[in-house]
């Protein structure tokens, strides 16, 4: 069973910065897509951000957040991060990672089939 395990929320003022990272373990994570959400207080869970596996990587972003969030992960560490600049305070949300045993990942979220709990992202305008 895999387990996904984030970090790296908080409180931010606007402009800031944050590194959220979520940790794997039981599973191949490198075989894995990985995908980040986010939910906000009375709304849905959206897609934020998504990364294939393999040396080349495919990536996609919410139209929201492109040119401010970067996805990356290290396969020897079983980690996958979302860098957060330029934050907004409608980027308040707690955000969740993702695991796509297929390897390729998409915007939805029933092509995932691992969870994490999620960390509050708290941006203040």
């Known amino acids: 069973q895999v387990q996904l395990v984030e970090s790296g929320g908080g409180l931010v003022q606007a402009g800031g910065s944050l590194r959220l990272s979520c940790a794997a373990s039981g599973g191949t994570f490198s075989s894995y897509a990985m995908g980040w959400f986010r939910q906000a207080l009375g709304k849905e869970r959206e897609f934020v951000a998504r990364?294939?596996?393999?040396?080349?990587?495919?990536?996609n972003y919410a139209d929201s957040v492109k040119g401010r969030f970067t996805i990356f992960r290290d396969n020897a560490k079983n980690t996958v991060y979302l860098q957060m600049n330029s934050l907004k305070p409608e980027d308040t949300a707690v955000y969740y990672c993702a695991a796509d045993r297929r390897g390729w990942g998409s915007a939805s979220l029933n092509d995932y089939d691992y969870w994490g709990q999620g960390t509050q992202v708290t941006v203040s305008s």
């Open positions: 990364i294939s596996w393999g040396s080349i990587y495919s990536l």
